[in-house]
Structure formats: structure tokens, C-alpha cells
């Protein structure tokens, strides 16, 4: 009979070592995947929204790369940026039922606002707002600036979109003069857009939609803005 093998002590060391290293070599691979995965996601999405969604939907290696949760937010974007009423209320359905790691509920949250504030749904586009709010505060993250920000614009929003309160034009004006960032700004003057239709006055809302649809190329914007040069009447409900 051969005698049974004697494993040493330094044996199990060097298989942990081993096992140790391949999961550290995997992780590593999966992020790399993750991120040419996510820079393949957007120019997709910039440049053809259906096609960016036919690969959310029908490609099985991407439930692989990222966690559903994530998936289905890229997909809420997809469907936000092609207008699809439908397929967003589906989708914001499924992420309601589902326990969301932080940083995607926040994300979730705000286009969760930002979708039914767009629709005219205050009582759906309050009780966001009020989600974002209760959650921040419960994680402590409202006592940094970036969320105290996060909030000021939650309540901007509601504050154009639902109250339609046009006093806010001359703030507003202010922020978009001094916004940095482009796509903020394109952001600020599609809402001064709004305000200044909500007030009756066509010319500004014209040197206003202008001014966003140059800072708000390829984002979901883009279609609403288009919508609004050649029919205004459609910022009544966009």
C-alpha cells in the first residue's frame, strides 16, 4: 500500500499564495474589462442610442462585467435619451424593487427626478426628491458639499419644472454665465428656457434653447431641445 503523502506546513502557505494571486490577476482583468466595456458603452450611446441598447439588452458577456443594477441604470439613460415612456417607468419599476449599492441609488434617484419632473409627475418627481434627501442624510453624505449641491439642484428642479417659478430666472442666468463645465451650463440654460416660456416671453426661450442645444450635443437633451425649437409648446411638457 503506498503510504499516505505528508503535507508540510510550507505546502498550503504557497497554494494560498497561488489561489491569492489569480484572484488578485481576475479582478484585475475584470476591471479592465469593465472599463473598455463602459468607454464602448458611451460612444454607443453618443452615436446610436438603439444600437447602444440592443447591446444592453441582448449582450449576456456585459451581465459578466457589471452587476444588473448597473445595467439596467445604463439602460434607464438609453431610454431617457431616445424619449421612451414605456420602457423608463418599466425599468425605474425594477430598480424600485431592487436593494441598490450607494452610489447607484443616489445616481437612481436623480434620474428617477429628473424623468418624472420632465413628464409632469410632481407627486412621483416630490417623492424622489424626498428619497434623495432622506437617503443622504441617513448615509451623513448631505453634510459634504457635493451632496448639499446634489440636493440644491434636486430642489431646482422642482422648482422649474413643477412650480414653474420664473423668479429663479435671474439666479439661474447668473449660474449658466459662470458654470465651467459645458454640459452644466447646456443644463442651466435649458431650464432658463423653460422659465422663460412658462413667462411668455418666445424670443428668450429661442436664444435659450440655442444656447444649450451647443453644450448639450449627444446627451439626452438633445431630442427634447430639437423638439422645443421647432414646437415650444413642448416645453410645456418636456
Known sequence: ???????????????????????????????????????????????????????????RLLGLVF?????????LEGYMKKGDGEK?????AQLDRMRLPPR????????????????????????????LAAFLKRSKADRQEKYRRMLEDADQIIAVYLDRDASLLPRLREQ????????QRGILQY???????????????????????????NTYYEVMIKEAMEDPSTLDRR
Open 67 to 75: 452587476r444588473k443594477p448597473a445595467l439596467l441604470l445604463c439602460r
Open 104 to 131: 447607484d441609488r443616489v445616481q437612481f434617484y436623480q434620474d428617477r427626478l429628473s424623468y418624472f419632473a420632465s413628464v409632469g409627475d410632481a407627486g412621483e418627481a416630490r417623492a424622489s426628491r424626498d428619497a
Open 191 to 217: 431650464r432658463i428656457a423653460k422659465l422663460f416660456h412658462f413667462a411668455g416671453d418666445q424670443d428668450m426661450v429661442a436664444v435659450y434653447l440655442k444656447r444649450a442645444r451647443k453644450n448639450l450635443q
Open 88 to 92: 423608463l417607468r418599466e425599468t425605474i
Open 1 to 59: 500500500m503506498t503510504p499516505p503523502v505528508e503535507i508540510t506546513g510550507a505546502l498550503p502557505i504557497v497554494m494560498t499564495a497561488v489561489l491569492t494571486l489569480l484572484v488578485l490577476l481576475s479582478l484585475r482583468g475584470l476591471s479592465a474589462l469593465r472599463r473598455q466595456a463602459e468607454r464602448e458603452l458611451r460612444v454607443l450611446y453618443q452615436r446610436d442610442v438603439d444600437l447602444y441598447l440592443e447591446r444592453l439588452e441582448h449582450n
Open 176 to 183: 449658466a454665465a459662470g458654470a465651467s463645465d459645458p454640459t
